[in-house]
């Protein structure tokens, strides 16, 4: 059994890896969990989670709140919105089984930030995924 959060950042990369449409933007391997800023462009980094308890009638359940960072070397947000686009489609509803958690992804919400160097540009997804433990 893993934790809810970590369940669901490897469902989103194992999807989001397997997407043609993605990875055509984006490489395969460009697609990781990382804590400093990229090196290679475009990329989507695993980014925060927040875990929120949501248990009723005995069954462990929390809604997690999965953030992915993606970066484009641009100076506009064009490659970097039709990656946004191309993460939500991967991810749309996406529902799954991974390491004991049932999980159920829903988007957030999306935002896009310039970068103060004026050659990055950087968005912010996010997706509520609903989590409930599978006991066995």
């Known amino acids: 059994m893993s934790e809810a959060s970590l369940a669901a950042q490897r469902l989103a990369v194992v999807t989001m890896r397997a997407r043609s449409a993605l990875t055509s933007i984006v490489p395969a391997l460009n697609i990781f969990d990382r804590n400093e800023r990229p090196e290679s462009f475009p990329c989507v980094i695993i980014g925060e989670a927040q ?8 069954l462990i359940s929390s809604e997690v709140y999965l953030t992915l960072h993606l970066w484009t070397k641009e100076t506009g ?3 970097c919105k039709s990656i946004a686009g191309e993460v939500r489609r991967a991810l749309y509803q996406l529902a799954g089984t991974q390491d004991g958690f049932r999980l159920s992804f829903n988007f957030d919400d999306a935002k ?10 950087h968005g912010v997804v996010t997706f509520m995924v609903r989590a409930r433990e599978v006991t066995p």
């Open 51 to 58: 875990v929120v308890g949501d248990e009723a009638d005995c």
């Open 77 to 79: 947000f064009v490659a």
């Open 112 to 121: 896009y930030l310039r970068d103060p160097s004026g050659e990055l540009s």
